[in-house]
Protein backbone atom coordinates (compact mmCIF):
# COMPACT_ATOMS: atom_id res chain seq x y z
CA UNK A 1 0.00 0.00 0.00
CA UNK A 2 1.36 3.15 -0.68
CA UNK A 3 0.54 7.29 0.52
CA UNK A 4 0.86 9.79 -2.40
CA UNK A 5 0.74 13.42 -2.13
CA UNK A 6 0.01 16.17 -4.75
CA UNK A 7 0.77 19.45 -3.76
CA UNK A 8 -0.54 22.59 -5.98
CA UNK A 9 -0.36 20.65 -9.62
CA UNK A 10 -0.11 22.46 -12.57
CA UNK A 11 0.29 20.48 -16.00
CA UNK A 12 0.69 21.99 -18.96
CA UNK A 13 0.94 21.11 -23.10
CA UNK A 14 2.26 24.35 -24.12
CA UNK A 15 -0.05 27.07 -23.93
CA UNK A 16 -2.63 24.18 -22.98
CA UNK A 17 -3.33 23.69 -19.16
CA UNK A 18 -4.57 20.29 -18.19
CA UNK A 19 -4.78 20.96 -13.83
CA UNK A 20 -3.95 24.18 -12.44
CA UNK A 21 -3.18 23.59 -8.81
CA UNK A 22 -4.57 20.15 -7.86
CA UNK A 23 -3.96 19.22 -4.28
CA UNK A 24 -4.84 15.58 -3.66
CA UNK A 25 -3.54 12.96 -0.55
CA UNK A 26 -4.09 9.18 -0.91
CA UNK A 27 -3.76 7.59 2.40
CA UNK A 28 -2.34 3.44 1.95
CA UNK A 29 -4.89 1.03 1.05
CA UNK A 30 -7.87 3.79 0.19
CA UNK A 31 -9.43 4.24 -3.27
CA UNK A 32 -9.58 7.94 -4.49
CA UNK A 33 -12.20 8.82 -7.53
CA UNK A 34 -11.21 11.60 -9.36
CA UNK A 35 -14.66 12.70 -11.30
CA UNK A 36 -15.16 14.94 -14.25
CA UNK A 37 -16.41 15.40 -17.93
CA UNK A 38 -13.82 15.49 -20.97
CA UNK A 39 -10.96 17.92 -20.21
CA UNK A 40 -11.69 18.14 -16.42
CA UNK A 41 -8.20 17.21 -15.38
CA UNK A 42 -8.10 13.65 -14.57
CA UNK A 43 -5.72 12.09 -17.38
CA UNK A 44 -3.74 14.80 -16.76
CA UNK A 45 -3.47 13.91 -12.93
CA UNK A 46 -2.51 10.28 -13.72
CA UNK A 47 0.33 10.82 -16.41
CA UNK A 48 1.79 13.40 -14.54
CA UNK A 49 2.08 10.80 -11.76
CA UNK A 50 3.52 8.28 -14.77
CA UNK A 51 6.48 10.82 -15.81
CA UNK A 52 4.27 11.14 -19.18
CA UNK A 53 3.21 14.80 -18.65
CA UNK A 54 5.03 18.09 -18.31
CA UNK A 55 3.85 20.13 -14.48
CA UNK A 56 5.82 23.30 -14.64
CA UNK A 57 4.26 24.24 -10.97
CA UNK A 58 3.62 21.44 -8.02
CA UNK A 59 4.91 18.46 -6.42
CA UNK A 60 4.25 14.72 -6.26
CA UNK A 61 5.41 12.45 -3.50
CA UNK A 62 5.05 8.77 -3.49
CA UNK A 63 5.99 6.80 -0.19
CA UNK A 64 8.70 10.36 0.38
CA UNK A 65 9.71 10.30 -2.84
CA UNK A 66 9.68 12.99 -4.69
CA UNK A 67 8.43 11.61 -8.62
CA UNK A 68 9.12 14.77 -10.77
CA UNK A 69 11.25 13.67 -14.03
CA UNK A 70 11.47 10.53 -13.43
CA UNK A 71 10.94 8.29 -16.62
CA UNK A 72 7.97 6.27 -16.43
CA UNK A 73 9.92 3.16 -16.26
CA UNK A 74 10.98 4.12 -13.15
CA UNK A 75 7.86 5.17 -11.84
CA UNK A 76 6.84 1.33 -11.95
CA UNK A 77 9.82 0.33 -10.60
CA UNK A 78 8.70 2.55 -7.81
CA UNK A 79 5.14 0.65 -6.92
CA UNK A 80 2.57 2.39 -9.48
CA UNK A 81 0.41 0.57 -12.07
CA UNK A 82 -1.11 2.32 -14.58
CA UNK A 83 -4.39 1.22 -17.02
CA UNK A 84 -4.51 4.04 -19.31
CA UNK A 85 -7.52 5.92 -20.79
CA UNK A 86 -8.58 3.45 -23.93
CA UNK A 87 -6.70 0.37 -22.58
CA UNK A 88 -3.86 0.81 -25.19
CA UNK A 89 -3.11 -2.82 -25.23
CA UNK A 90 -0.84 -3.87 -28.07
CA UNK A 91 -2.76 -5.55 -30.31
CA UNK A 92 -0.42 -7.52 -33.13
CA UNK A 93 0.25 -9.35 -29.59
CA UNK A 94 -1.07 -11.89 -27.63
CA UNK A 95 -2.45 -11.71 -24.23
CA UNK A 96 0.35 -13.65 -22.57
CA UNK A 97 2.89 -11.53 -24.77
CA UNK A 98 1.01 -8.30 -23.73
CA UNK A 99 0.96 -9.32 -19.56
CA UNK A 100 4.57 -9.91 -19.84
CA UNK A 101 5.60 -6.51 -21.23
CA UNK A 102 3.36 -5.84 -18.45
CA UNK A 103 5.86 -7.86 -15.97
CA UNK A 104 9.20 -6.43 -17.84
CA UNK A 105 10.39 -4.47 -14.11
CA UNK A 106 9.75 -8.20 -12.62
CA UNK A 107 12.57 -10.84 -12.15
CA UNK A 108 11.87 -13.48 -14.69
CA UNK A 109 11.27 -15.99 -12.12
CA UNK A 110 8.29 -14.35 -10.73
CA UNK A 111 6.33 -13.61 -14.06
CA UNK A 112 5.02 -16.39 -14.92
CA UNK A 113 3.65 -16.91 -11.28
CA UNK A 114 2.25 -13.26 -11.80
CA UNK A 115 0.68 -14.78 -15.29
CA UNK A 116 -1.23 -17.15 -12.89
CA UNK A 117 -2.23 -14.84 -10.53
CA UNK A 118 -3.81 -12.38 -13.35
CA UNK A 119 -5.47 -15.48 -14.60
CA UNK A 120 -7.63 -16.25 -11.17
CA UNK A 121 -8.91 -12.80 -11.22
CA UNK A 122 -9.41 -12.86 -15.13
CA UNK A 123 -9.94 -16.13 -15.97
CA UNK A 124 -11.23 -15.32 -19.53
CA UNK A 125 -7.83 -13.96 -19.89
CA UNK A 126 -6.67 -17.38 -19.20
CA UNK A 127 -8.46 -18.60 -21.78
CA UNK A 128 -7.47 -16.28 -24.73
CA UNK A 129 -3.49 -16.75 -23.27
CA UNK A 130 -2.37 -17.65 -26.95
CA UNK A 131 -5.03 -14.81 -28.77
CA UNK A 132 -3.98 -11.60 -30.46
CA UNK A 133 -5.01 -8.79 -28.01
CA UNK A 134 -6.64 -7.18 -31.10
CA UNK A 135 -9.34 -9.05 -31.72
CA UNK A 136 -10.62 -9.21 -28.03
CA UNK A 137 -13.79 -7.83 -27.46
CA UNK A 138 -13.75 -4.27 -25.55
CA UNK A 139 -14.71 -6.04 -21.84
CA UNK A 140 -11.35 -8.59 -22.40
CA UNK A 141 -9.07 -5.71 -23.70
CA UNK A 142 -10.07 -3.78 -20.33
CA UNK A 143 -9.45 -6.99 -18.47
CA UNK A 144 -6.12 -7.28 -20.30
CA UNK A 145 -5.17 -3.82 -19.57
CA UNK A 146 -5.66 -3.92 -15.90
CA UNK A 147 -4.02 -6.90 -15.92
CA UNK A 148 -0.94 -5.84 -17.54
CA UNK A 149 -1.37 -2.78 -15.14
CA UNK A 150 -0.92 -5.27 -11.80
CA UNK A 151 2.01 -7.39 -13.73
CA UNK A 152 4.65 -5.15 -11.87
CA UNK A 153 2.92 -6.00 -8.82
CA UNK A 154 2.40 -2.14 -7.56
CA UNK A 155 1.20 -0.46 -5.10
CA UNK A 156 -0.33 1.88 -6.11
CA UNK A 157 -2.90 1.36 -9.14
CA UNK A 158 -4.19 3.98 -11.42
CA UNK A 159 -7.02 3.25 -13.36
CA UNK A 160 -7.96 5.76 -16.31
CA UNK A 161 -11.81 5.71 -17.35
CA UNK A 162 -11.97 1.91 -17.21
CA UNK A 163 -15.49 1.80 -17.71
CA UNK A 164 -15.49 3.47 -21.23
CA UNK A 165 -17.46 2.17 -23.83
CA UNK A 166 -18.59 -0.72 -21.65
CA UNK A 167 -22.01 -2.42 -21.42
CA UNK A 168 -23.39 -2.12 -17.70
CA UNK A 169 -22.92 -5.50 -17.08
CA UNK A 170 -19.17 -5.80 -17.74
CA UNK A 171 -18.71 -2.24 -16.15
CA UNK A 172 -20.40 -3.70 -12.71
CA UNK A 173 -18.28 -7.03 -13.19
CA UNK A 174 -15.12 -5.26 -13.11
CA UNK A 175 -16.10 -2.99 -10.19
CA UNK A 176 -16.26 -7.03 -8.32
CA UNK A 177 -12.96 -7.99 -9.59
CA UNK A 178 -11.63 -4.49 -8.86
CA UNK A 179 -12.91 -4.58 -5.23
CA UNK A 180 -11.54 -8.27 -4.78
CA UNK A 181 -8.10 -7.39 -6.22
CA UNK A 182 -7.84 -4.30 -3.91
CA UNK A 183 -8.41 -6.51 -0.92
CA UNK A 184 -5.74 -9.38 -2.11
CA UNK A 185 -3.17 -7.25 -3.12
CA UNK A 186 -3.89 -4.52 -0.22
CA UNK A 187 -3.64 -1.77 -3.13
CA UNK A 188 -3.82 1.96 -2.94
CA UNK A 189 -6.40 3.36 -6.01
CA UNK A 190 -6.26 5.97 -7.84
CA UNK A 191 -9.69 5.29 -9.86
CA UNK A 192 -10.25 8.69 -13.12
CA UNK A 193 -14.17 8.33 -14.04
CA UNK A 194 -17.01 10.16 -15.72
CA UNK A 195 -18.69 7.83 -14.38
CA UNK A 196 -19.67 9.46 -11.01
CA UNK A 197 -22.08 6.45 -9.77
CA UNK A 198 -19.97 3.52 -10.28
CA UNK A 199 -16.67 5.17 -9.57
CA UNK A 200 -17.87 5.95 -5.94
CA UNK A 201 -19.41 2.85 -5.23
CA UNK A 202 -15.98 1.45 -5.39
CA UNK A 203 -14.10 4.49 -3.99
CA UNK A 204 -13.33 5.70 -0.17
CA UNK A 205 -13.16 9.14 -0.96
CA UNK A 206 -14.34 11.15 -4.29
CA UNK A 207 -13.03 14.42 -5.72
CA UNK A 208 -14.42 16.63 -8.38
CA UNK A 209 -12.22 18.15 -11.45
CA UNK A 210 -13.72 20.82 -13.77
CA UNK A 211 -11.90 22.44 -16.02
CA UNK A 212 -8.23 21.41 -14.13
CA UNK A 213 -9.38 22.75 -10.65
CA UNK A 214 -11.02 20.69 -7.75
CA UNK A 215 -14.43 21.96 -7.33
CA UNK A 216 -15.64 19.23 -4.75
CA UNK A 217 -14.05 16.58 -2.22
CA UNK A 218 -15.31 14.34 0.16
CA UNK A 219 -16.50 10.90 1.77
CA UNK A 220 -18.39 9.14 -1.10
CA UNK A 221 -20.89 8.59 0.95
CA UNK A 222 -21.23 12.14 0.97
CA UNK A 223 -20.98 12.81 -2.65
CA UNK A 224 -23.57 10.55 -3.86
CA UNK A 225 -25.81 12.52 -1.42
CA UNK A 226 -25.03 16.04 -2.34
CA UNK A 227 -28.32 17.56 -4.54
CA UNK A 228 -25.78 19.40 -6.28
CA UNK A 229 -23.55 16.77 -7.57
CA UNK A 230 -26.73 14.31 -8.24
CA UNK A 231 -28.05 17.01 -10.50
CA UNK A 232 -24.62 17.97 -12.23
CA UNK A 233 -22.62 14.43 -12.87
CA UNK A 234 -24.92 11.67 -11.42
CA UNK A 235 -28.06 12.82 -14.01
CA UNK A 236 -30.53 12.22 -10.95
Do not use: C
Request: net charge positive; glycine share 12%; charged share 25%.
Amino acid sequence: MSKLLIEDLKVTYGPIVGTDGVNLRLEPGETLALIGANGAGKSSTLKAIMGMAHYPRGRIVLDGTELKDLKPSLVVRRGVGYSPEGRRVFPQLSVLDNLRVGGISRPLTEVARRIEQIYSYFPRLGERAHQRAGSLSGGEQQMLAIGRALMSKPSLLMLDEPSLGLAPVLVERIGEILAEIRRAEDLTVLLAEQNATWALSLADRGVILDLGRIRMAGSAAELLNNAEVRKAYLGI
